[in-house]
């Protein structure tokens, strides 16, 4: 019996061990920039399911005020695995200005990392704040060029309680793309000596138009909480006043594009660009047939992913080159959006030597420094042996004279490859109708797909325009009809009929058009008229 329980408890201690050295101590900010007064909430999160106190705080006192510490513990279950998590939600107010650090700081044996702070001397916001709810919105910046990013900040301040059904009406601009920068903030911050809460909310906008862009009014209502009357139970909600407050209306400055830009090049304004590649395996051992891939990856600081232009790949005919689709993705910092896109090419030598891999530059408009700005990846040698496995043995040539090939072995074969000719040609004729069928002229469908197909995702309006007017040509109904029983189709071509007829035509991306073609529902089939006896009508009816 004792056997039976102790192999358990040795493997519950086994788990704990092994879970303790693999954990670790998470530390994160929900915003690295504010100002003081203002606070932050720094997240401490670990797996460590042997830890059961609180983190070491006291390192925190010397810069900052600890306002409020929460626990959450959570488990995940994922199948039969389970995953324990604890979090420590800290609120913190800096003291000062500068650029500070939250120290790292420690539970147990785990310790986590420090963090940078930006915080700026404390301002006073453009809303009146002796009311006791009011709104501000500001622009980054005044003017921008055109296609490159605005980031534009909406804060409500309330010195009350609010219900949780505040509402923000949505910002719409005809002339301009807008995405979300991040999730709505909350946090405090001390004005006048009055702590308020603050909701913060940032979107990017993208102006597809040089001239004045005008920012509509934003109107922002909430429910607030009022005070219990007095000899009543305050734990009881009371309803509360309906409040609403309204943003100003503001006009942005929006640039065409310069004239030294070139015209060739897709337009990129941008804060930043970074251009880098890796390869897997890398390419220290390499053999002549095997396959390694590369990543092209570009990021863009102040344009989103769908802005990024496709990479030119490698181009070698040393190389046999098969790309896969390109990888995009936004992410999020305190200056907007910063788009990425990812393009990965699996690459096989087809000889031996050394094959050079091109150097790959990208064009772009310098927004921070206000210039024309150039980011390259230098070319690169590959050295490739020869691969002993691959190498095919040559068959023995025989010296000697060749044996003569007598008459009657000769026309022994002429005989049987004309009988079997003979016998093909009667097979053929018997499955052929009595009238031959019109040959079908011109291309067949399936390669009029296949060339939409390549037109749609090599992300290009003109030769998809074209390969779509061949390919709707040979189908049983119009594009016109097939657009309207079929909206995402419709949705397509709406989107690659701008392309073709707007400055935007160079960063359309043809994925949503090929996969509407590919989920086109069958229509129902035409009938031909019959009598009633089944058989055709008369061709000339009475």
């Not at 995009?328 to 896109?341: C, F, K, P």
């Not at 019109?438 to 939409?452: C, E, K, N």
């Not at 073709?500 to 991306?509: A, V």
Request: glycine share 4%.
């Amino acid at each position: 019996m004792s056997r039976t329980r102790v192999l358990p408890l040795t493997l519950l201690v086994a788990l704990l061990a092994t879970q303790a050295h693999a954990a670790v101590l998470t530390a994160s900010v929900d915003r690295a920039s504010l100002a003081v007064g203002e606070t932050l909430v720094l997240t401490l999160e670990t797996t460590d399911v042997t830890q059961f106190g609180k983190p070491d705080l006291s390192a925190l006192n010397a810069d900052f005020d600890v306002r409020d510490t929460r626990q959450v513990n959570q488990l995940r279950t994922l199948g039969a695995d389970s995953q324990a998590t604890t979090r420590w939600l800290i609120t913190l107010a800096p003291r000062q200005a500068g650029t500070m650090q939250i120290p790292a700081l420690q539970i147990g044996d785990l310790r986590s990392e420090p963090i940078a702070l930006q915080v700026q001397a404390s301002q006073a916001p453009d809303a009146n704040t002796e009311a006791p709810v009011s709104i501000e919105a500001s622009l980054d910046a005044n003017s921008v060029y055109v296609q490159a990013q605005a980031v534009l900040t909406v804060r409500v301040y309330h010195s009350v309680a609010l219900y949780d059904d505040s509402n923000l009406t949505p910002l719409q601009l005809a002339d301009a793309r807008i995405e979300p920068v991040g999730d709505t903030r909350t946090y405090e911050k001390l004005i006048n000596g009055i702590r308020h809460g603050v909701i913060e909310t940032r979107y990017a906008i993208f102006p597809q138009h040089s001239g004045s862009l005008q920012i509509p009014a934003l109107t922002f209502s909430a429910t607030e909480v009022e005070p219990a009357p007095a000899g009543q139970d305050n734990s009881t909600p009371h309803p509360g006043k309906m409040v609403h407050v309204t943003s100003s209306i503001m006009n942005l400055t929006v640039k065409p594009k310069p004239a030294s830009y070139p015209n060739d090049t897709p337009w990129l304004p941008a804060r930043s660009l970074e251009l880098s590649d890796s390869w897997n395996p890398e390419p220290d051992h390499l053999q002549v047939g095997d396959s390694l891939t590369r990543t092209l990856s570009v990021k863009a600081e102040g344009l989103s992913s769908a802005q990024l232009p496709p990479l030119p790949g490698t181009d070698n005919i040393a190389l046999r080159r098969y790309p896969d689709e390109p990888q995009l993705s936004n992410q999020i910092n305190e200056r907007g959006v910063v788009g990425n896109r990812d393009e990965r090419e699996a690459l096989v030598p087809a000889r031996d030597g050394a094959i050079e891999v091109p150097s790959i530059e990208v064009t772009w408009w310098n927004t921070l420094e206000d210039h024309l700005d150039h980011t390259s990846l230098p070319a690169r040698t590959l050295q490739v042996a020869q691969n002993p496995t691959l190498t095919v043995d040559t068959p023995a040539v025989s010296n000697g004279p060749a044996p003569l090939v007598w008459p009657w072995q000769l026309s022994t074969l002429v005989l049987a490859l004309t009988t079997l000719a003979g016998f093909v040609l009667w097979w053929r004729a018997r499955s052929q109708p009595a009238v031959a069928r019109a040959a079908q002229t011109g291309p067949s469908p399936r390669s009029l797909l296949d060339d939409l197909k390549r037109a749609c995702l090599a992300n290009d309006p003109q030769a998809t325009r074209q390969a779509l007017d061949a390919w709707a040509r040979q189908q049983p109904e119009t594009l016109a009809d097939m657009a309207a029983r079929f909206v995402p189709l419709s949705d397509a071509l709406d989107g690659l009929n701008s392309a073709l007829y707007s400055e935007t035509g160079q960063h359309w991306q043809g994925q949503e058009l090929w996969r509407a073609i590919g989920t086109i529902p069958a229509s129902e089939a035409v009938q031909a008229p019959v009598g009633e006896n089944g058989a055709l009508p008369p061709l000339y009816p009475k």
